[in-house]
């Protein structure tokens, strides 16, 4: 069974930040796209930011100029850097990844906290 598991999320104060990243193990698949979405409390869950295997991004607008989203493809391993963070980037982060026959898969999802 393929799966994701994220690190790297916590506690930071407002304007600092974190390193999210996300590996797949037990993997003998490739995902053309990886990406992050997040979910806070009482809200759905969007899409933060995705990027392919040919290294194409996409970003929510509430992150552009802040979060960086990165990937090894060979490791099958995606990279979220959040800078200048905001307390309304509080939420769980889910890391995602589809594969062309394979469908969707998620990551358990990890907590951040930004508060002073």
């Known amino acids: 069974q393929v799966h994701l598991v994220e690190s790297g999320g916590g506690l930071v104060q407002p304007g600092g930040s974190l390193r999210l990243s996300c590996a797949a193990s037990?993997?003998?698949?490739?995902?053309?796209?990886m990406g992050w979405y997040r979910q806070a409390p009482g809200k759905q869950r969007d899409l933060v930011a995705a990027i392919t295997s040919g290294g194409i991004t996409n970003y929510a607008d509430s992150v552009k100029g802040r979060f960086t989203i990165s990937r090894d493809n060979a490791e099958n391993t995606v990279t979220l850097q959040m800078n200048s963070l905001k307390p309304e980037d509080t939420a769980v982060y889910y890391c995602?990844?589809?594969?062309?026959?394979?469908?969707?898969?998620w990551g358990q999802g990890i907590q951040v906290t930004v508060s002073s």
């Open positions: 995602w990844g589809v594969a062309t026959l394979q469908g969707n898969y």
């Open positions: 037990r993997i003998i698949f490739s995902f053309h796209t």
